[in-house]
Nanobody, 121 residues
């Protein structure tokens, strides 16, 4: 049984930082790309960042490029999302996902339950 469990999000002021983690079990973690997506109220789920199975390659949405960093530790079956210079528009439920190295949510096979990140102005 595959499980992806995100860490607790939280409330942070604009300009602040937050680090999310996602622990995977029940799958050969190092064989999957990992992605982070987010969904704000009334909006579709959108791509945030992805990292290749080895960690050698990363890709980001334009809206977070230069502010967010995705990384992974295959020894710990964990993927991270470091979020800096947070903005109110980053407020959303954040999801981690396992699948191919793509930026389309429908391509990913396994999903976490999501964690709320709220950025106050």
């Amino acid at each position: 049984q595959v499980q992806l469990v995100e860490s607790e999000g939280g409330l942070v002021q604009a300009g602040g930082s937050l680090r999310l983690s996602c622990a995977a079990s029940g799958l050969a973690f190092s064989g999957y790309a990992m992605g982070w997506f987010r969904q704000a109220p009334g909006k579709e789920r959108e791509f945030v960042a992805a990292i290749s199975p080895s960690g050698a390659n990363t890709r980001y949405a334009d809206s977070v490029k230069g502010r967010f960093t995705i990384s992974r530790d295959n020894a710990k079956n964990t993927v991270y999302l470091q979020m800096n210079i947070l903005k109110p528009e980053d407020t959303a439920v954040y999801y981690c996902a396992a699948g191919p190295y793509r930026d389309y949510a429908g391509d990913y096979w396994y999903w976490g339950q999501g964690t709320q990140v709220t950025v106050s102005s």
